[in-house]
């Protein structure tokens, strides 16, 4: 029997991520994957997203990671989009924040 684990969704967690990572021979630390698990979910807020979304996401996130710099993660949002997506990044570490000083 096989697992599907849906992971491009706004419900989606970081053990989705970490296992798609897996699939993808990509390798992080849980901190990592949770960071990039927020911002998939940054933007499923902002519009609906394909596996090949997340994967880009995915493999974006961890490129930035090896060059010690950021990179565009999908560099084909438009310029609301982007905006939005900023906001939702924000949006989501506060709330992280919050929840560890709770």
Known sequence: MTRYVHFASRLTGWNAIKS??????????????????????????????????????????????????????LPNMTEEERELFSKKEQDLAGKARTEVTA
Do not use: W
């Open 20 to 73: 798609r990572a897996a699939q993808l021979n990509i390798e992080m630390t849980d901190a990592q994957y949770k960071e990039c698990t927020g911002k998939i979910k940054a933007l499923a807020d902002i519009r609906p997203i394909a596996v090949d979304d997340a994967d880009s996401i995915i493999r974006a996130f961890h490129r930035s990671l090896k060059l010690g710099k950021d990179i565009d993660l």
